[in-house]
């Protein structure tokens, strides 16, 4: 494996970290979001991703997509709220604020692994280029 291998594979890493991040954010920001353009509450989103492969060794990973998720939703009794059914229930985002934050924490430690391991085979690069000078 080149120096190269190792900086597209930890540049895909940053890719996909990015985007996550992104899906995380748009998660917390909908928490409480209980009407969309699609009607009824806002459906949690979540990065599908897969292992970059060629000749049997790991390139990176690549986003395939991002997917809703369908299931969990909560009913709240709240009868002033203007999304109320006839029962006074409103069913809200199936969002768990301490998951998602779980999920930035580890997004963003990943994303600062994967930054540290482009700095190392950038430097060993640089070594690599002032060592054939010499």
């Known amino acids: 494996m080149s120096v190269f291998n190792s900086m597209n594979i930890s540049a895909t890493g940053l890719t996909l970290e990015r985007m996550k991040l992104d899906t995380i954010s748009s998660n917390i ?21 897969e292992e970059i492969v060629k000749d049997q060794m790991s390139m990176g990973v690549k986003v395939t997509g991002i997917s809703q998720d369908e299931g969990n939703f909560t009913r709240v ?21 301490l998951e998602e934050m779980v999920g930035l924490i580890e997004a963003q ?21 002032e060592i054939s000078k010499g």
């Open 109 to 129: 430690r990943t994303y600062e692994a994967n930054a540290t391991a482009l700095k190392a085979s950038k430097g060993m690069l640089n070594k690599a280029l």
């Open 77 to 97: 009794y709240n009868p002033e709220h203007p999304d109320a059914d006839a029962e006074g229930y409103v069913t809200m985002p199936n969002v768990n604020l």
């Open 29 to 49: 920001a909908n928490v409480n979001t209980t009407r969309t353009e699609e009607g009824g509450p806002y459906k949690r989103k979540e990065v599908v991703f």
